[in-house]
């Protein structure tokens, strides 16, 4: 899995297995978390989001769980894709500013093998 | 709908240039952001707009300057730029900067020499 701040991981698996990417993040007074996905040579593309009141949120073929209390995330893809291969990445957000700022991890990158 | 659209796609730059990296979004969003995405880094926020007429600073602002003359355009300004600044920059949009998700262009790479 990945920490804000560490090096990019790699994670393969075969097609029609379930994937889990995770995510440590750092602050605790974070309050909203989204993972976005990144194809090579492309912008992240936002996937699915959580906010700190809730503990899961599922979407089409991914789940995203938070765990507050060891302040960790993770993306849970279900029956992975060759066209899931791309760059994850978590953010975790701390309002200031009147806005959201966030912070990115580095990245896990999904290879799936047909 | 083209949704944020940024240019030039890739430049190469000569140290000292000045530099302006456009972006513009359709979406009538009311927030824009600049990252700027370094190999082992990720992304990292340069500055900000929560909305027309107002800008902040995010984690690397140093060299940068931006500016929110209106809704749609966010450009990035770069006065003298050094081979530190080669990356790929990235603008992004969101409808409510206080919610939100936000939504990214297909980026600049630029390189300094």
């Known amino acids: 899995g990945e920490s804000v701040g560490l090096h990019l991981p790699t994670l393969s698996v075969q097609e029609g297995d379930n994937s889990i990417i995770n995510c440590a993040y750092s602050?605790?007074?974070?309050?909203?978390f989204i993972w976005y996905k990144q194809e090579s040579g492309k912008g992240p593309q936002f996937i699915i989001d959580?906010?700190?009141?809730?503990d899961k949120r599922q979407g089409q073929r991914v789940t995203v769980l938070l765990n507050k209390t060891v302040k960790h995330l993770s993306l849970q893809i279900a029956a992975t894709q060759p066209g899931d291969s791309a760059v994850y990445f978590c953010a975790e957000n701390i309002r200031g500013g009147g806005s959201y700022i966030p912070t990115f991890g580095r990245g896990t990158s999904l290879i799936v093998h047909p | 709908i083209a949704g944020i659209t940024q240019a030039p796609t890739s430049q190469i730059l000569a140290a000292g240039r000045r530099m302006t990296l456009r972006c513009t979004q359709d979406m009538r969003h009311n927030a824009m952001y600049w990252y700027r995405q370094d190999l082992g880094l990720g992304l990292r926020l340069i500055h900000y707009s929560n909305t027309a007429g107002t800008t902040g600073k995010g984690e690397v602002p140093d060299g940068y300057s931006v500016s929110r003359a209106n809704t749609d355009d966010f450009p990035l300004t770069l006065a003298s730029a050094v081979p530190s600044q080669t990356s790929v920059y990235f603008c992004a949009s969101s409808a409510d900067p206080m919610t939100d998700t936000q939504y990214f262009g297909p980026g600049t790479r630029l390189t300094v020499l």
């Open positions: 602050n605790s007074a974070s309050d909203y």
């Open positions: 959580i906010r700190s009141n809730m």
